[in-house]
């Protein structure tokens, strides 16, 4: 088969890696159509696609207009089921579908992608999501060769990243149909918490984090893998890795923070933290930690914001744990003056912050090191 390269055959946004692909499943997924009685089959070309975008990270739904019942036991009955999150298979418009996932995984559109045999249903979703890529169903079989679909780095989180939100989606599912107070819910996850510097082995998962991270990234800054090394040698910075895990199993790597060490102050230019585990207060209960950790240092905190259109979330964190624009003259006017247009200054001075009450802290001492 030849490469998805000519413009007539995909619509919706380039340039980001996907992270979710929403398969059709009727002469798409499956050769047949299951509903007029076909003894559907999955071509071994496209079983290997799913199995090899499950291992790069890249999570897969479907989007088909079928009885849902038939057509979920046919995907468990050939062995595929297990490798679909969020299932939207019915009578609805398939744009109502591939938006539903997208909302539900918490996905800017223009990291979904969707294929279908159907030219019809390929323009429904263009037309209402235009975002969203749609490839026909004809080149499916060469989507692992396009770069979309070929993260920088595999690693060990996204290799189980579909793993892991399934059991998100279980924790949901309980936390629904808890009738306890909030934080009693969260108490009874067992949540553990782990800052530490990074090692080599954390890098690239933490440059995976800078690119997949939007609404909880403080600057939209990209930080390359070569980049982050840089900076872990460099004593005058620290890169640490934020990870989680409670009683349904391990969150993995789901914070980065990159800290400059300065006279008087420590100057926070990078916090992201996956957008998987804000209900669980990690991005308070890493923002608490440093402000701690700087008070008994003895130093202030600044940090660098840039707005983007996704993370109105982060900049409410920062200001709620108190960080505001103000100079109180402990960082050079030349910092200020140097910094792009479109970054915000921010500055705190800290003071003792308890600790989180429904999430267990094991984290590296920076205070010690000055």
Partial sequence: MTGVTEATEVTGATGATVKCLVWDLDDTLWQGTL?????????EELRKVVVELDARGILQSVASKNDHEPAWARLEQLGLAEYFVLPQIGWGTKSASVRAIADRLNFAPGTVAFVDDRPAERAEVAFHLPEVRCYPAERAADLLDLPEFTPAHRTADSRRRREMYQAGFR????????????????RSLELVMRIDRAGAEDIARLEELTLRTSQMNATGVHYSDRRLRELRSDPGHEVLVASMADRFGPHGAVGVL???????????KLLATSCRVVS??????????????????????????????????????????????????????ADRDSAAADVQFLHLVPGPRAGSPTVELVAADLAATG
């Fill in 171 to 186: 924790r949901d599912a309980e936390r629904a149909a808890s009738t306890a107070p909030d934080t009693e819910f969260l």
């Fill in 35 to 43: 509903s007029e009685g076909d003894d559907v089959r999955v071509p």
């Fill in 258 to 268: 990159l800290v400059e060490r300065r006279a008087g102050s420590w100057h926070l």
């Fill in 280 to 333: 669980y207060g990690a991005g308070t209960t890493i923002l608490d930690w440093l402000i701690d950790q700087a008070s008994r240092a003895g130093v202030h905190l600044t940090a660098d914001f840039r707005a983007t259109d996704r993370n109105r979330m982060m900049e409410i964190a920062y200001r709620f744990a108190g960080f505001e624009e103000s100079d109180c003259g402990c960082t050079a006017a």
